[in-house]
Protein backbone atom coordinates (compact mmCIF):
# COMPACT_ATOMS: atom_id res chain seq x y z
CA UNK A 1 0.00 0.00 0.00
CA UNK A 2 1.51 3.69 -0.85
CA UNK A 3 0.83 6.23 2.46
CA UNK A 4 1.03 9.01 0.14
CA UNK A 5 -1.82 7.75 -2.49
CA UNK A 6 -3.49 10.84 -3.76
CA UNK A 7 -6.20 11.76 -1.63
CA UNK A 8 -9.68 12.16 -3.53
CA UNK A 9 -11.84 15.06 -3.09
CA UNK A 10 -13.79 14.44 0.33
CA UNK A 11 -17.79 14.03 0.52
CA UNK A 12 -19.57 15.32 3.56
CA UNK A 13 -19.39 12.01 4.79
CA UNK A 14 -15.84 11.07 4.66
CA UNK A 15 -14.63 14.60 5.82
CA UNK A 16 -16.07 14.31 9.13
CA UNK A 17 -14.86 10.68 9.31
CA UNK A 18 -11.67 11.98 8.52
CA UNK A 19 -11.93 14.94 11.36
CA UNK A 20 -13.28 12.14 13.87
CA UNK A 21 -11.07 9.45 12.62
CA UNK A 22 -8.11 12.11 12.89
CA UNK A 23 -9.12 12.82 17.04
CA UNK A 24 -7.44 9.89 19.26
CA UNK A 25 -10.35 8.97 21.44
CA UNK A 26 -9.59 5.91 23.16
CA UNK A 27 -11.94 5.06 25.51
CA UNK A 28 -13.42 7.07 27.80
CA UNK A 29 -12.01 10.26 26.76
CA UNK A 30 -13.74 11.98 23.35
CA UNK A 31 -11.25 14.25 22.85
CA UNK A 32 -13.53 16.76 21.27
CA UNK A 33 -15.74 14.55 18.55
CA UNK A 34 -18.75 15.06 19.83
CA UNK A 35 -18.16 18.60 20.27
CA UNK A 36 -17.17 18.54 16.18
CA UNK A 37 -20.59 17.15 15.81
CA UNK A 38 -22.56 18.87 18.37
CA UNK A 39 -21.75 22.45 16.65
CA UNK A 40 -23.24 20.97 13.15
CA UNK A 41 -26.10 20.10 14.87
CA UNK A 42 -26.83 23.11 17.19
CA UNK A 43 -26.36 25.31 13.42
CA UNK A 44 -29.55 23.21 12.75
CA UNK A 45 -31.63 24.02 15.65
CA UNK A 46 -30.96 20.81 17.30
CA UNK A 47 -31.74 20.81 21.30
CA UNK A 48 -28.67 19.41 22.64
CA UNK A 49 -28.16 18.13 26.27
CA UNK A 50 -24.49 17.29 27.30
CA UNK A 51 -24.57 14.58 30.02
CA UNK A 52 -21.16 13.65 31.61
CA UNK A 53 -19.88 11.71 34.09
CA UNK A 54 -16.70 9.96 35.34
CA UNK A 55 -14.80 11.22 32.33
CA UNK A 56 -17.35 9.82 30.21
CA UNK A 57 -19.14 12.55 27.67
CA UNK A 58 -22.26 12.33 26.36
CA UNK A 59 -24.85 13.69 23.65
CA UNK A 60 -28.52 13.70 23.59
CA UNK A 61 -30.10 15.84 20.56
CA UNK A 62 -33.10 16.44 19.36
CA UNK A 63 -35.02 18.04 16.51
CA UNK A 64 -38.91 18.26 16.19
CA UNK A 65 -41.55 16.39 18.21
CA UNK A 66 -43.57 13.15 18.61
CA UNK A 67 -42.59 9.84 17.23
CA UNK A 68 -38.93 9.37 17.88
CA UNK A 69 -36.42 7.89 15.16
CA UNK A 70 -33.05 8.48 16.87
CA UNK A 71 -29.55 7.20 15.73
CA UNK A 72 -27.09 5.73 18.18
CA UNK A 73 -23.12 5.07 18.33
CA UNK A 74 -20.04 5.87 19.84
CA UNK A 75 -16.93 7.63 19.39
CA UNK A 76 -14.65 5.96 22.20
CA UNK A 77 -12.02 3.65 20.19
CA UNK A 78 -10.09 0.72 21.86
CA UNK A 79 -6.31 1.55 21.91
CA UNK A 80 -4.39 1.13 17.87
CA UNK A 81 -1.89 -1.27 19.84
CA UNK A 82 1.91 -0.56 18.83
CA UNK A 83 1.64 2.13 15.93
CA UNK A 84 4.91 0.67 14.28
CA UNK A 85 2.58 -2.31 13.42
CA UNK A 86 0.26 -0.54 11.40
CA UNK A 87 0.77 0.55 7.39
CA UNK A 88 -0.25 3.65 8.19
CA UNK A 89 -0.67 5.94 11.54
CA UNK A 90 -3.88 4.44 13.21
CA UNK A 91 -4.95 8.53 13.55
CA UNK A 92 -3.34 9.97 10.48
CA UNK A 93 -6.68 8.84 7.79
CA UNK A 94 -6.12 7.97 4.64
CA UNK A 95 -8.33 6.82 1.83
CA UNK A 96 -5.72 3.76 -0.26
CA UNK A 97 -4.91 3.32 -3.27
CA UNK A 98 -7.81 0.07 -3.13
CA UNK A 99 -10.09 2.42 -2.11
CA UNK A 100 -9.86 1.73 1.86
CA UNK A 101 -10.32 3.95 4.41
CA UNK A 102 -8.04 3.33 7.05
CA UNK A 103 -7.57 3.87 10.75
CA UNK A 104 -8.52 3.44 13.99
CA UNK A 105 -12.25 3.78 14.38
CA UNK A 106 -13.09 3.32 10.53
CA UNK A 107 -15.65 0.97 10.90
CA UNK A 108 -16.13 0.86 14.53
CA UNK A 109 -17.60 2.98 14.51
CA UNK A 110 -16.36 6.60 13.37
CA UNK A 111 -17.22 5.61 9.98
CA UNK A 112 -21.11 4.79 11.06
CA UNK A 113 -21.20 8.14 12.99
CA UNK A 114 -20.62 10.25 10.51
CA UNK A 115 -22.60 8.55 7.99
CA UNK A 116 -25.78 9.16 10.37
CA UNK A 117 -24.54 12.16 11.41
CA UNK A 118 -24.74 13.32 8.02
CA UNK A 119 -27.68 11.96 6.68
CA UNK A 120 -29.76 13.77 9.51
CA UNK A 121 -28.47 17.35 8.86
CA UNK A 122 -29.15 16.64 5.44
CA UNK A 123 -32.53 15.42 5.81
CA UNK A 124 -32.86 18.30 8.08
CA UNK A 125 -31.43 20.96 5.73
CA UNK A 126 -33.87 19.73 3.16
CA UNK A 127 -37.07 19.43 5.21
CA UNK A 128 -36.72 21.82 8.51
CA UNK A 129 -40.43 21.27 9.50
CA UNK A 130 -40.33 17.12 8.85
CA UNK A 131 -42.96 15.20 10.80
CA UNK A 132 -41.52 13.57 13.99
CA UNK A 133 -38.53 13.85 16.15
CA UNK A 134 -35.34 12.73 15.07
CA UNK A 135 -32.66 11.86 18.07
CA UNK A 136 -29.10 11.24 18.03
CA UNK A 137 -27.43 9.65 21.19
CA UNK A 138 -23.75 9.59 20.80
CA UNK A 139 -21.49 8.40 24.01
CA UNK A 140 -17.60 7.87 24.86
CA UNK A 141 -17.96 4.95 27.08
CA UNK A 142 -18.82 1.76 25.05
CA UNK A 143 -15.76 0.13 24.39
CA UNK A 144 -15.22 0.45 27.50
CA UNK A 145 -17.33 -0.14 30.87
CA UNK A 146 -20.07 0.76 29.27
CA UNK A 147 -21.80 1.98 32.60
CA UNK A 148 -21.68 5.63 32.22
CA UNK A 149 -22.32 5.99 28.59
CA UNK A 150 -25.82 5.02 27.23
CA UNK A 151 -27.09 3.28 30.22
CA UNK A 152 -26.76 6.47 31.76
CA UNK A 153 -28.04 8.37 29.18
CA UNK A 154 -31.43 5.74 28.98
CA UNK A 155 -31.90 5.58 32.67
CA UNK A 156 -32.38 9.73 32.61
CA UNK A 157 -34.92 9.75 29.75
CA UNK A 158 -36.71 6.97 31.20
CA UNK A 159 -37.08 8.62 34.79
CA UNK A 160 -38.70 12.11 32.87
CA UNK A 161 -40.98 9.90 30.80
CA UNK A 162 -38.82 10.33 27.20
CA UNK A 163 -39.89 7.40 24.33
CA UNK A 164 -37.31 6.36 21.75
CA UNK A 165 -40.23 4.93 19.01
CA UNK A 166 -37.16 3.82 16.73
CA UNK A 167 -33.66 3.23 17.30
CA UNK A 168 -30.83 2.56 14.59
CA UNK A 169 -27.64 2.28 16.48
CA UNK A 170 -24.42 2.22 13.73
CA UNK A 171 -22.26 -1.06 14.41
CA UNK A 172 -20.70 -2.20 11.78
CA UNK A 173 -23.44 -5.49 11.45
CA UNK A 174 -22.35 -6.44 7.53
CA UNK A 175 -20.54 -9.26 6.53
CA UNK A 176 -19.79 -9.36 3.12
CA UNK A 177 -21.03 -7.02 1.99
CA UNK A 178 -22.86 -3.63 3.02
CA UNK A 179 -26.51 -3.85 4.12
CA UNK A 180 -26.17 -7.93 4.12
CA UNK A 181 -26.94 -8.18 7.79
CA UNK A 182 -29.19 -5.97 9.57
CA UNK A 183 -28.76 -7.16 13.69
CA UNK A 184 -32.50 -7.20 15.48
CA UNK A 185 -31.10 -8.45 18.40
CA UNK A 186 -28.58 -9.42 20.67
CA UNK A 187 -28.53 -12.27 23.16
CA UNK A 188 -27.92 -11.79 27.15
CA UNK A 189 -24.59 -12.02 28.57
CA UNK A 190 -24.53 -12.93 32.40
CA UNK A 191 -20.87 -13.82 33.71
CA UNK A 192 -20.16 -15.72 36.60
CA UNK A 193 -17.14 -15.74 39.34
CA UNK A 194 -16.75 -18.76 41.22
CA UNK A 195 -14.07 -19.30 43.77
CA UNK A 196 -13.74 -22.71 45.38
CA UNK A 197 -12.27 -23.26 48.68
CA UNK A 198 -10.20 -26.31 48.96
CA UNK A 199 -7.27 -26.38 51.54
CA UNK A 200 -3.53 -26.47 50.71
CA UNK A 201 -1.77 -29.30 51.50
CA UNK A 202 0.99 -31.43 50.18
CA UNK A 203 0.32 -33.91 47.06
CA UNK A 204 2.17 -36.68 49.26
CA UNK A 205 -0.55 -36.26 52.19
CA UNK A 206 -3.77 -35.88 49.77
CA UNK A 207 -5.72 -36.94 53.77
CA UNK A 208 -4.69 -33.79 54.72
CA UNK A 209 -5.61 -31.57 51.78
CA UNK A 210 -8.71 -30.81 49.90
CA UNK A 211 -8.29 -30.34 46.50
CA UNK A 212 -10.71 -27.88 45.08
CA UNK A 213 -9.96 -28.83 41.16
CA UNK A 214 -11.32 -32.53 42.62
CA UNK A 215 -14.08 -30.85 43.79
CA UNK A 216 -15.51 -28.84 40.67
CA UNK A 217 -14.50 -30.71 38.39
CA UNK A 218 -17.43 -32.76 37.83
CA UNK A 219 -20.07 -29.94 38.24
CA UNK A 220 -18.06 -27.93 35.29
CA UNK A 221 -18.32 -31.03 33.34
CA UNK A 222 -21.81 -31.13 33.83
CA UNK A 223 -22.59 -27.05 33.54
CA UNK A 224 -20.56 -27.80 29.72
CA UNK A 225 -22.70 -30.22 28.81
CA UNK A 226 -25.93 -28.99 30.34
CA UNK A 227 -28.60 -28.04 27.15
CA UNK A 228 -29.56 -24.51 28.93
CA UNK A 229 -32.52 -23.70 26.12
CA UNK A 230 -33.20 -24.93 22.41
CA UNK A 231 -33.47 -21.30 20.85
CA UNK A 232 -35.88 -19.90 18.72
CA UNK A 233 -36.88 -18.66 15.27
CA UNK A 234 -34.54 -15.70 16.26
CA UNK A 235 -31.73 -17.22 18.66
CA UNK A 236 -29.27 -20.07 18.64
CA UNK A 237 -29.36 -21.95 21.61
CA UNK A 238 -27.89 -20.69 25.07
CA UNK A 239 -24.59 -21.56 25.18
CA UNK A 240 -22.12 -22.00 28.27
CA UNK A 241 -18.05 -21.06 28.11
CA UNK A 242 -15.57 -21.14 30.35
CA UNK A 243 -13.09 -18.27 29.76
CA UNK A 244 -10.81 -18.30 32.98
CA UNK A 245 -9.41 -21.14 35.56
CA UNK A 246 -6.67 -20.34 37.55
CA UNK A 247 -5.44 -22.80 40.78
CA UNK A 248 -2.16 -23.73 42.29
CA UNK A 249 1.12 -22.56 43.92
CA UNK A 250 3.19 -22.95 40.47
CA UNK A 251 4.90 -25.67 42.62
CA UNK A 252 4.17 -29.51 41.43
CA UNK A 253 4.08 -30.41 44.60
CA UNK A 254 1.44 -28.34 46.88
CA UNK A 255 -2.01 -29.28 46.09
CA UNK A 256 -3.97 -25.62 45.91
CA UNK A 257 -6.37 -24.38 48.36
CA UNK A 258 -8.34 -22.40 45.79
CA UNK A 259 -9.30 -22.64 42.30
CA UNK A 260 -10.73 -19.36 40.41
CA UNK A 261 -12.90 -19.70 37.90
CA UNK A 262 -14.80 -17.24 35.52
CA UNK A 263 -17.61 -18.35 32.98
CA UNK A 264 -20.35 -16.71 30.67
CA UNK A 265 -24.10 -17.77 29.40
CA UNK A 266 -24.43 -16.17 26.51
CA UNK A 267 -28.79 -16.71 26.21
CA UNK A 268 -31.78 -15.92 24.24
CA UNK A 269 -35.21 -15.11 25.44
CA UNK A 270 -36.10 -18.70 25.99
CA UNK A 271 -33.96 -18.25 28.96
CA UNK A 272 -34.14 -15.81 31.79
CA UNK A 273 -30.77 -14.77 33.93
CA UNK A 274 -32.44 -15.88 36.91
CA UNK A 275 -33.20 -19.20 35.80
CA UNK A 276 -29.56 -19.64 34.92
CA UNK A 277 -28.33 -18.70 37.81
CA UNK A 278 -30.78 -20.85 39.63
CA UNK A 279 -29.78 -24.07 37.33
CA UNK A 280 -25.77 -23.61 37.27
CA UNK A 281 -26.43 -23.42 41.60
CA UNK A 282 -28.48 -26.30 41.83
CA UNK A 283 -26.16 -28.42 39.33
CA UNK A 284 -23.19 -27.34 42.22
CA UNK A 285 -24.84 -28.22 44.79
CA UNK A 286 -26.28 -31.43 42.94
CA UNK A 287 -22.35 -32.48 42.64
CA UNK A 288 -21.38 -31.92 46.39
CA UNK A 289 -20.71 -28.14 46.61
CA UNK A 290 -22.48 -26.16 48.78
CA UNK A 291 -22.23 -22.42 49.30
CA UNK A 292 -20.68 -20.41 51.84
CA UNK A 293 -19.03 -23.98 52.77
CA UNK A 294 -17.87 -24.56 49.29
CA UNK A 295 -17.79 -21.86 47.36
CA UNK A 296 -18.60 -17.86 47.05
CA UNK A 297 -20.69 -17.08 43.25
CA UNK A 298 -20.45 -13.53 42.31
CA UNK A 299 -23.08 -12.81 39.21
CA UNK A 300 -22.93 -9.95 36.19
CA UNK A 301 -25.67 -9.18 34.01
CA UNK A 302 -24.02 -7.02 31.47
CA UNK A 303 -27.36 -7.25 28.92
CA UNK A 304 -30.85 -8.42 28.65
CA UNK A 305 -31.50 -10.55 25.47
CA UNK A 306 -33.98 -7.92 23.07
CA UNK A 307 -35.58 -8.76 19.66
CA UNK A 308 -36.97 -6.50 17.36
CA UNK A 309 -39.36 -8.98 15.13
CA UNK A 310 -40.25 -7.30 11.41
CA UNK A 311 -42.07 -4.20 11.83
CA UNK A 312 -41.70 -0.68 10.69
CA UNK A 313 -38.52 -0.26 11.49
CA UNK A 314 -36.39 -3.63 10.03
CA UNK A 315 -39.31 -3.50 7.15
CA UNK A 316 -37.67 0.69 6.80
CA UNK A 317 -33.93 -0.73 6.59
CA UNK A 318 -34.34 -3.25 4.00
CA UNK A 319 -37.03 -1.05 1.95
CA UNK A 320 -34.12 1.60 2.36
CA UNK A 321 -31.09 -0.77 1.92
CA UNK A 322 -32.87 -2.84 -1.44
CA UNK A 323 -33.27 0.49 -3.13
CA UNK A 324 -29.96 1.90 -2.42
CA UNK A 325 -27.79 -0.57 -3.11
CA UNK A 326 -30.47 -3.82 -4.73
CA UNK A 327 -29.28 -6.31 -1.44
CA UNK A 328 -31.76 -7.75 0.48
CA UNK A 329 -31.10 -8.03 4.23
CA UNK A 330 -30.76 -10.88 6.51
CA UNK A 331 -32.10 -10.39 9.64
CA UNK A 332 -29.19 -11.40 12.62
CA UNK A 333 -29.38 -11.78 16.30
CA UNK A 334 -25.41 -13.38 16.22
CA UNK A 335 -22.24 -11.56 17.84
CA UNK A 336 -21.67 -9.91 21.29
CA UNK A 337 -23.44 -7.30 22.88
CA UNK A 338 -24.17 -3.80 22.20
CA UNK A 339 -25.24 -0.59 23.51
CA UNK A 340 -28.73 -1.75 21.65
CA UNK A 341 -29.33 -3.73 25.10
CA UNK A 342 -29.62 -0.41 27.29
CA UNK A 343 -31.98 1.65 24.69
CA UNK A 344 -34.30 -1.76 23.99
CA UNK A 345 -35.49 -1.41 27.49
CA UNK A 346 -37.30 2.01 26.34
CA UNK A 347 -39.50 -0.27 24.99
CA UNK A 348 -38.85 0.56 20.92
CA UNK A 349 -38.11 -1.11 18.11
CA UNK A 350 -34.49 -1.48 17.67
CA UNK A 351 -32.01 -2.32 15.59
CA UNK A 352 -28.11 -1.79 14.18
CA UNK A 353 -27.05 -1.83 10.79
CA UNK A 354 -23.58 -0.36 9.82
CA UNK A 355 -20.77 -0.96 7.73
CA UNK A 356 -18.74 -4.63 7.09
CA UNK A 357 -16.82 -5.51 10.22
CA UNK A 358 -14.17 -7.59 9.28
CA UNK A 359 -11.48 -5.73 10.45
CA UNK A 360 -12.83 -3.76 13.87
CA UNK A 361 -10.34 -4.10 16.77
CA UNK A 362 -7.44 -4.87 14.48
CA UNK A 363 -4.38 -3.41 13.48
CA UNK A 364 -4.92 -1.70 9.89
CA UNK A 365 -8.44 -1.18 10.81
CA UNK A 366 -10.09 0.18 7.69
CA UNK A 367 -13.34 0.13 5.73
CA UNK A 368 -14.53 0.68 1.95
CA UNK A 369 -14.76 4.68 1.54
CA UNK A 370 -17.66 4.35 -0.68
CA UNK A 371 -19.30 1.73 1.72
CA UNK A 372 -19.70 5.30 3.91
CA UNK A 373 -21.06 7.61 1.60
CA UNK A 374 -24.25 4.79 0.73
CA UNK A 375 -24.17 4.00 4.12
CA UNK A 376 -25.38 7.42 4.29
CA UNK A 377 -28.17 7.04 1.39
CA UNK A 378 -29.53 4.13 3.24
CA UNK A 379 -29.99 5.98 6.37
CA UNK A 380 -31.46 9.12 4.74
CA UNK A 381 -33.90 6.27 3.01
CA UNK A 382 -35.06 5.33 6.92
CA UNK A 383 -35.63 8.83 7.80
CA UNK A 384 -37.62 9.04 5.17
CA UNK A 385 -39.63 6.09 5.48
CA UNK A 386 -40.31 6.32 9.03
CA UNK A 387 -41.00 10.20 9.57
CA UNK A 388 -42.31 11.29 6.27
CA UNK A 389 -40.64 14.58 4.65
CA UNK A 390 -42.72 17.18 6.04
CA UNK A 391 -45.13 18.24 8.55
CA UNK A 392 -48.49 17.14 7.85
Known amino acids: MSPSAPQPSLSPTLALAFELIARPSVSPDDQGCQQLIAERLKSLGFTLEWIEHNGVTNLWATHGEG????FAGHTDVVPAGPAEQWQTPPFEPVIDEHGYLRGRGASD?????????????????QHPQHSGRLALLITSDEEGPAIDGTRLVIDRLNARGECIDYCVVGEPSSSQRLGDTIKNGRRGSLSGHL???GIQGHVAYPDKARNPIHMVSAALAALVAERWDDGNDFFPATTFQISNFTAGTGATNVVPGQADIHFNF???????????????EAILQH???????????????????FLTEPGNLVNAARSSIQAVTGTHAELSTSGGTS????IATLGGQVIELGVKNDTIHQVDERVLAKDIDTLTSIYEGIITRLLGSEEA
Not at 67 to 70: H, P, Q, S
Not at 289 to 296: A, E, N, P, T, V
Open 67 to 70: TTLA
Open 109 to 125: MKGGVAAFVTAVTQFVE
Open 195 to 197: LVN
Open 266 to 280: RFSTESSAEQLMARA
Open 287 to 305: HGLHKGDHYQLDWTLSGKP
Open 339 to 342: DGRF
